[in-house]
């Protein structure tokens, strides 16, 4: 796309699958456009419920 940069956003983040849910809902329905490169999620040992969610992301905006 012409006039369109990317900036490429790493975020890691610990939780539950359900808040992990609501937080993809938020950028998905986002008026900035994001697009998820690559997910990495892993099981905490010795925590119930809790995993860590490693995302690259880009966030696209229109450059003058």
């Known amino acids: 796309l012409k006039n369109v940069g ?10 539950t699958y359900e808040a992990f849910k609501s937080f993809a809902e938020k950028l ?21 419920n809790v995993f860590d969610f490693m995302l690259e992301i880009g966030a696209y905006y229109q450059v003058e």
């Open 6 to 15: 990317t900036l490429k956003l790493n975020i890691k983040m610990s939780g």
């Open 28 to 48: 998905e329905n986002n008026i900035r456009l994001f697009g998820v490169n690559s997910i990495r999620i892993t099981k905490l040992e010795n925590v119930s």
